[in-house]
């Protein structure tokens, strides 16, 4: 099955830098990668998603790449805030519409 | 209506307990999921259900049983639970199994086996 690799595990970032967070995954089937945020207590939430004929994706402070070839994808955020302190997760597609989720990235944004 | 709702939000129970968790969407979304998500872990998937037919078992000790009375409702029943099943149970729904497309999540039930 796939195996998604997430890191780094905790990131703190200073508000108003930027933040990357990188996956990768090991199924070449896989053709579709969403990103959730989490905050504390609350349910993941859909921010973001790149399919496999799309290389990059923006939305405002947001974006995502993909490197199809090399199996890795990232989430680029720009101009942090400290609303985006949360736990991020990466995912992959697999048979169907099943997800395999990376293992999350805290982040930190510091004031 | 864009959201997946899911009852109670807390449960306590004990191990000789039986108890119920709820998940209701009314999107129109054809494949609901049961995750269970241990603190500081990502969600792990339990079931499956497309066109309310379960899918995906993924090796879940049939403590949990899990129901689809209809395409809008999802249900989690629990029997005879362990210490070690606390965690939050969320529900989610998508467009379809044969996707992939994104899931929406519910709030998800936070329960604790004393």
């Known amino acids: 099955g796939e195996n998604v690799e997430q890191h780094p595990s905790t990131l703190s970032v200073q508000e108003g830098d930027s933040a990357v967070i990188k996956c990768t995954y090991s199924?070449?089937?896989?053709?579709?990668f969403p990103w959730y945020k989490q905050e504390l207590g609350k349910r993941p939430q859909l921010i973001i998603d790149i399919r496999s004929n799309v290389g990059e994706k923006k939305d405002q402070r947001i974006a995502v790449t993909l490197n199809k070839t090399a199996k890795h994808f990232s989430l680029h955020i720009t101009e942090t805030q400290p609303e985006d302190s949360a736990v991020y997760f990466c995912?992959?597609?697999?048979?169907?519409?099943?997800?395999?989720f990376g293992t999350g990235t805290s982040l930190t944004v510091i004031p | 209506d864009t959201e997946v709702t899911q009852t109670p939000k807390h449960l306590v129970m004990g191990m000789t307990n039986k108890k119920s968790l709820k998940c209701e969407q009314h999107?129109?979304?054809?494949?609901m999921y049961w995750y269970k998500q241990k603190a500081k872990k990502p969600p792990e998937l339990m079931f499956v259900y497309s066109y309310e037919k379960l899918s995906i078992n993924e090796s879940v000790p049939s403590r949990f049983s899990p129901e689809c009375p209809n395409s809008s409702l999802l249900n989690l029943h629990l029997h005879a639970l362990q210490p070690e099943d606390s965690a939050l149970y969320l529900c989610?729904?998508?467009?379809?199994?044969?996707?992939?497309?994104?899931?929406?999540f519910g709030s998800g039930t936070r329960l604790t086996v004393v």
């Open positions: 989610a729904s998508s467009q379809a199994e044969t996707g992939p497309y994104g899931y929406t």
């Open positions: 995912a992959a597609s697999g048979t169907g519409n099943q997800f395999y």
């Open positions: 199924d070449s089937a896989s053709n579709y």
């Open positions: 999107m129109g979304h054809r494949a």
